[in-house]
């Protein structure tokens, strides 16, 4: 969990950032305090990351990317298949994206990933790419976005759309955190975010006495932009969302293959509402709605199962953008989501993921809560105009 | 099977038949019939909650042999329970029943006949296909423990335990003090009329004492507590003795864990320390109670007392009934001690609600005291600076300053609603079931709240309650008879369960625990109230409440919506 007032250590980068890092992760696996660590790995065909749990340092040396261009599988999913059932005495330290660690918090609050003995670890995030862009020019992509982490730049508009507007690319509840927006391009700043994290760093042998104020004054700057980049997304995201028929508009072409949800961190259903049996009707009653409108679509609902899906995760949103990846025609489904989840989350003053300690507003009440919400929902339908 | 389902569709006198057009709804309804799979009984009745209507039901039922019915008629707050009374006076299994509010909802509300008669129209269709996806449920009866817990030991456990054990149930008292009688036990006269009190506590405590139905626990509180109505298991723990638990078997509980007062010395305005002549109504009381009379602490009589009211009042937000009167009631006190005595009373609003306080106020008045409405005032030690209604200031010193501070929960309180599973108010005090209609029992079934462990009020209210929760538990738990738990409750699906525990943190009667070796959450059916929240709160689907599952609310409501 984050402190206010945090410390860290530096290390020279030599042989890149990717190396620098590697050592450090090496250092920490050789260390009586890790057992294994988790971590993205390069595709033997070279153009995807899977997660792997290693527990060779000397692997760790050849074979991590512990920055990844893409996100192939949410790093929050793939801890939860390791700690679902408990976590044991392993003990694990997982190298995560920001919006990866901010899953695994929500997940653990949702009883489906086990922290005890896992050291999180998080970097400022450029954004991921696109990972459609891994598939088609690998080498390119790969490139592109070690080009953002040593140039430090954190307004890339080639990263994924959410990724362009994202305000909590920063340090959030890990208990390691790479200050890769610091200013120095020539050392690699550790942050410890908490006991856990303290340890982990001492276990790498690096000294960590240093207040990092040059990096939180560059990490708030780059908030504001981010902030700026965000209200205006929103600005056009709003019509596409807003009215059952611009929503409609939206998910108008989608095929209903349910690949966001299996690709979303916080769906954790073993079964989806929507796939089960009693979703579906008689086709009498299906008969009778197409003989009243004219003729329905089918397999009908399929806005409704999105609309289900936001009504049922948005306040665990994490904003991370997987939906938009695993959509094969292109739906920008998260920048829907992420904007409903702006709104779902900010109507509880709930920020998904962002400290362990807070509980999910589902499983704590809160008598004005509902007064506030009924505020919210009267002010939204004053600026709208009515619909049917 | 072919399904046969009954129609009946309610006149309610004019009430329904004058604005739905009900020969229509047979008419729609008829239309269902299937000659494979479903046969429909349509029919209309003048008042089917009648004695003749209900022996009518009962009669189609059986001469049909239906095997649904539907019931067009009033809210399910009136007559749900009538008609499911009849059905179980029949073969038909009352779940297989559907009531149909078409009166409130349709003739009543709307105007235009054919518009109201369109929509009874959909409701009945939608309850229709809704009762074709109902299941049987049956009931289990249950026995049940008549023995109350009583929590606090002041006038008002007292009074509900005295009113229970009366009646021949074991009563168990549990005071987290070294003795009985809590506030009111040191009140030499008590309000409206100043009556001497003294004596008659004394008695009570004694009664409660020395009853053979009533085994008193001080210095205890409450550990934890499982259960549900007429089976409750609790465990109380001795403060003194950590070790010491016991474990007590009940039915019922009463909370009676009293008030507290706002510390005026946390108020800005209100400057004073333990070596000043500032008092609390409360400390005058008990001053009066040990040695018969008022003095400072040299050990004079005052010759000049300051009241000053609602201090704390805005603080807290609410009035607290009683200060006013009690007030007054020293005020008087102090004229009798010694009538040279100059008394100021310093308020913002008199609060005098029972019939007899007008004439008493009066009385003090025609005595000498002097009542200045004040629109701000601060102390600093005896020192009083006030300003008037009208933006007089004043300064004046006193040998004496009474204070009467707001009335707030007691401490710990909190901590024993957590406890007991039930709600607060805003205040901060306990949070009835219904305000006006049901104020002494709390949401959850068995627990009861009296005295002013609900809000401020005065003894005589306190023993009303008291008195009104120990009916209502004297008829609910009567030795020997079985309860009968409600049917419609939750069930959770093994297969679909991600043991997230939302519904556990949801779950307002403990209804639900968590198997740790499966991983999933199970409902205790004999707790569960069937609220339905944990179906809501549930993404997986995996919990279902009987006779509101999703299935059955699903063909409702398509029917209806259509």
Redesign the interface.
């Known amino acids: 969990m984050s402190t206010d007032s945090k410390s860290g250590g530096r290390i020279p980068i030599e042989n890149g950032i990717e190396q620098t890092l590697r050592k450090v992760l090496k250092e920490s696996l050789k260390s009586d305090l890790i057992d294994a660590l988790l971590l993205p790995v390069k595709v033997p065909s070279g153009d995807s990351y899977a997660w792997i749990l290693m527990q060779d340092p000397a692997l760790v040396e050849e074979e991590a990317s512990p920055m990844a261009a893409v996100m192939p599988v949410q790093g929050a999913k793939a801890l939860k298949s390791l700690t679902r ?1 408990g976590n044991g005495s392993l003990r694990v330290a997982a190298m995560m994206r920001p919006c990866e660690v901010r899953g695994t918090i929500e997940l653990s609050k ?3 990933i086990n922290l005890d003995n896992v050291t999180l670890i998080s970097y400022d995030c450029p954004g991921a790419l696109p990972l459609s862009d891994m598939s088609d020019a690998p080498q390119d992509t790969e490139e592109a976005f070690m080009g953002l982490l040593s140039e430090r730049n954190f307004e890339s508009t080639a990263v994924k759309p959410v990724c362009q507007f994202c305000t909590e690319f920063s340090m959030g509840a890990a208990d390691v955190h790479i200050g890769m927006a610091d200013p120095d391009t020539s050392q690699l700043l550790l942050i410890s975010g908490s006991e856990k994290g303290t340890a982990f760093l001492s276990a790498t042998g690096l000294k960590v006495d240093e207040e990092p104020s040059a990096w939180e004054k560059q990490t708030d700057s780059i908030q504001k932009k981010r902030i700026q980049q965000m209200d205006k997304a929103f600005q056009t995201i709003q019509p596409m969302v807003e009215g059952f028929d611009n929503l409609a508009d939206t998910f108008s072409n989608c095929i209903g293959c349910h690949n966001c949800q299996s690709a979303c961190p916080i769906c ?4 989806c ?1 929507s796939d ?1 049996k ?1 979703s579906s ?1 008689e086709s009498a ?1 299906y008969l ?1 709605k197409a003989e ?1 409108r004219g003729g329905i679509s089918l397999p009908h609902d399929r806005l409704m199962f999105h609309v289900g899906r936001l009504s ?2 948005s306040l665990s949103c994490v904003s991370c953008g997987q939906c938009t990846d695993a959509c094969p025609v292109s739906i920008p489904v998260a920048k829907v989501f992420s904007y409903v989840a702006a709104q779902t989350q900010q109507a509880f003053e709930y920020k998904a993921g962002k400290t362990a300690g807070e ?2 507003p ?4 809160k ?1 004005d809560e509902l007064k506030k919400i009924h505020e919210m929902t009267k002010s939204a339908e004053s600026q709208e105009s009515p619909h049917e | 099977m072919k399904k046969k389902v009954g129609i009946y569709i309610c006149q309610c006198g004019p009430n329904i038949a004058d604005n739905v057009d009900i020969d229509k709804i047979i008419e729609s309804v008829s239309a269902f019939n299937d000659a494979d799979d479903l046969e429909i009984v349509a029919k209309p009745y003048g008042l089917l909650c009648s004695g003749e209507g209900k022996d009518y039901l009962k009669q189609e039922i059986e001469e049909n042999g239906l095997t649904h019915l539907v019931i067009g008629a009033c809210s399910p707050r009136d007559h749900n329970n009538t008609f499911i009374g009849v059905c179980k006076e029949t073969s038909l299994n009352p779940y297989l029943y559907k009531l149909i509010n078409i009166r409130e909802h349709c003739a009543w509300i709307i105007h235009d006949k054919d518009k109201a008669t369109e929509k009874a129209i959909q409701y009945i269709r939608g309850g229709l296909r809704r009762v074709l996806y109902q299941s049987e449920l049956f009931e289990n009866k249950l026995d049940t423990n008549p023995d109350v817990l009583v929590i606090g030991g002041g006038i008002a456990g007292i009074e509900a335990a005295l009113s229970l054990a009366d009646a021949d149930r074991q009563v168990f008292l549990i005071e987290k003090t070294d003795r009985l009688g809590g506030k009111a036990a040191t009140f030499k006269t008590v309000l409206p009329k100043q009556q001497d009190a003294v004596e008659a506590i004394q008695l009570k405590i004694q009664t409660v004492q020395d009853h053979p139905h009533i085994q008193v626990m001080l210095n205890t509180r409450l550990d934890r507590i499982i259960g549900f109505l007429g089976n409750f298991e609790a465990e109380v723990r001795s403060i003194d003795d950590a070790e010491k638990m016991t474990e007590l078997k009940i039915g019922a509980m009463v909370v009676a864990s009293g008030f507290s007062l706002y510390d005026a010395s946390t108020h800005p305005d209100f400057i004073f320390s333990g070596d000043d002549e500032v008092y609390t109504a409360l400390q005058i009381e008990q001053m009066i109670a040990e040695k018969n009379q008022v003095t400072t602490r040299s050990g004079k009589a005052p010759k000049s007392v300051a009241m000053i009211h609602c201090v704390g009042r805005e603080e807290v937000g609410y009035c607290s009934q009683i200060c006013c009167n009690a007030m007054i009631k020293l005020a008087a006190r102090f004229k009798t001690q010694s009538p040279d005595t100059t008394v100021k009373v310093f308020f913002r609003d008199l609060c005098l609600p029972h019939q007899d306080d007008q004439a008493f106020y009066n009385e003090i008045k025609a005595q000498g005291v002097e009542f200045v409405r004040v629109n701000r005032i601060a102390t600093e030690g005896s020192q009083i600076k006030f300003t008037t209604m009208d933006e007089n200031e004043g300064s004046e010193l006193f040998d004496m300053v009474v204070l009467a501070p707001a009335m707030i929960p007691a401490d710990g309180t909190p901590d024993l609603a957590t406890k007991l599973g039930i709600s607060l108010h ?1 205040t901060g005090f306990f949070q009835e079931a219904h305000q006006a209609i049901n104020p002494v029992a709390t949401a959850t079934d068995g627990i009861f709240i009296v005295g002013t462990a609900h809000g401020p009020r005065g003894i005589q209210a306190t023993l009303l309650q008291a008195q009104a929760a120990a009916s209502k538990i004297r008829v609910q738990l009567i030795p020997g008879e079985q309860i009968v738990p409600e049917v419609r409750v939750s069930e959770t699906l093994e ?2 369960c ?5 519904c556990l ?2 779950c307002h009667y403990g209804a639900i625990v968590f198997d740790e070796d499966k ?1 999933i959450s199970v409902v205790k059916e004999a707790v569960c109230r069937g609220c339905g929240n944990c179906v809501g ?1 549930c ?3 995996a919990i279902q409440l009987k006779h509101f599952t ?2 059955q609310l ?1 063909q409702e409501m ?1 029917e209806a919506v ?1």
């Open positions: 059932k949702l009883n489906q954790y259903c073993r079964q509402y089960s009693e009707l009653y009778d009243k049922h995760m509980a999910i589902l499983k704590e009440y008598e | 805003e297969a679909f991600m043991g997230c525990k939302t943190e949801v991983g709160s993404p997986s689907g999703n299935p699903y398509i259509q």
